[in-house]
C-alpha cells in the first residue's frame, strides 16, 4: 500500500515560513492500495483539502473516509474536499459512535449554517455515513480494525491491512494516562492490539517530556512514551505525528534529533506533509519501509 502524509499537525492549522519543513496542515493521510480506482483517506483536517483539488481523478469510482474523532483539527478540512462535490461519487465518512447523536447529525452541525454554507443533505456525491463498528470490519481492499483507545470523546484507532502490509493509525493518543509505569501490561495498554506487530505506527508524538508533565489528561503522548509503546508493541516503523502548532521547524529538528535517543528496535521517519511511504512491497523484513522524502535532511529511515 502507498500512503501520503498530507496533514501532520495537531490542535490548530499552523502555516508560516518557520513550519514549512514539517507542514502547517492538520491531521490527514492518504492511503492506496492495489485498485487504482478506490482511494481511503485517513482524517479530514486541512490536509485533506490538497487530495483532488482540482477534482479526483475519473478512474476513482469510491472514496473511504476514516475519521477517528470530531475534534474541529480532524474534520476542519471535511467541507473543502472536492470528492464531496463530485457528482455520483461513492463517498463513505466513518466515524466513532456517540451514546446521544449518530454520526449525520454529529457532522450536520459543523456542516450546516452559520459554520458552513453547504448542509450535508445537498452534497452532490453519493454520501453514506456510517457508525465505525468496533472490531473489523471490510472496505474494498481492505480490511479494517477499529478500538476506542485514550483520548477525551468517543475516539478511535485505526490498523488496515491487505495482505501486503499493515498500517496503524492512532493520531491523538495517550497511551501513558494512568499507568504507575509505562508501558503497562499489553492487556491494559491502549491501543497495544492495533498497533502490536504492524509495519507501520503513525502514532501521536505532540509534546516533549516537560511539556507533557503539564498536560496529563489532554490526550496526546510524549516522544519519549511514543517511542516506548512502539517498541513495547514491536512495530517495524514508527512515524511520529500530530506535532504540536508551536513547534517550528528548528523545534521538531531537535526533537527529534536521533543523535539525542538511543537508537530504537525500529525505523523512525518523522512525519512531515508530503512523505509518501509504500508498505509491504516485499522489502528486507526488518526494514518494510520503502520512504521518498520531501526534505532529506529530515529524514531519518531507521534500520
Excluded at 476506542?148 to 491491512?161: N, S
Excluded at 508530503?274 to 519501509?289: N, R, S
Aim: charged share 20%.
Amino acid at each position: 500500500m502507498n500512503v501520503q502524509l498530507w496533514g501532520t499537525r495537531g490542535s490548530i492549522p499552523a502555516p508560516r515560513p518557520e513550519t514549512a519543513g514539517y507542514g502547517g496542515n492538520t491531521s490527514c493521510v492518504e492511503v492506496r492500495g492495489e485498485s487504482s480506482n478506490q482511494l481511503v483517506i485517513l482524517d479530514a483536517g486541512t490536509g485533506i483539502c490538497s487530495i483532488g483539488a482540482a477534482g479526483l481523478p475519473p478512474e476513482i469510482e469510491r472514496v473511504d473516509i476514516l475519521l477517528t474523532h470530531l475534534h474541529m483539527d480532524h474534520i476542519l478540512g471535511l467541507g473543502f474536499f472536492q470528492g464531496l462535490f463530485q457528482p455520483g461519487l461513492e463517498v463513505h465518512v466513518w466515524g466513532p459512535a456517540s451514546p446521544r447523536q449518530n454520526l449525520r447529525d454529529r457532522l450536520g452541525r459543523y456542516l450546516s449554517p452559520p459554520l458552513f454554507p453547504v448542509r450535508i443533505r445537498e452534497l452532490p456525491c453519493r454520501l453514506t455515513l456510517h457508525d465505525v463498528p468496533l472490531g473489523t470490519f471490510e472496505i474494498p481492499g481492505f480490511s479494517v480494525r477499529a478500538a476506542l483507545i485514550c483520548h477525551p470523546g468517543p475516539t478511535v484507532g485505526y490498523r488496515l491491512e491487505n495482505g501486503r502490509g499493515s498500517l496503524s493509525y492512532l493520531p491523538d493518543h495517550e497511551p501513558a494516562l494512568g499507568a504507575r509505569q509505562f508501558p503497562e501490561r499489553p492487556e491494559w495498554t491502549s491501543g497495544y492490539d492495533l498497533v502490536a506487530g504492524c509495519d507501520v505506527l503513525i502514532h501521536d508524538a505532540q509534546y516533549d517530556d516537560e511539556e507533557y508533565r503539564t498536560k496529563v489528561g489532554w490526550g496526546h503522548s510524549s516522544v519519549t512514551d511514543t517511542y516506548a509503546f512502539a517498541s513495547a508493541a514491536g512495530v517495524h516503523h514508527l512515524v511520529p505525528f500530530h506535532h504540536d502548532p508551536r513547534h517550528n521547524d528548528s523545534v521538531l529538528d531537535a526533537l527529534f534529533d536521533t543523535t539525542k535517543r538511543d537508537d530504537p528496535p525500529f525505523g523512525v521517519t518523522v512525519a512531515r506533509e508530503g512523505v509518501i511511504l509504500t508498505v509491504g512491497t516485499e522489502p528486507p523484513a526488518d526494514q518494510p519501509v520503502a520512504i521518498t522524502p520531501r526534505h532529506p535532511r529530515h529524514e531519518n529511515p531507521g534500520r
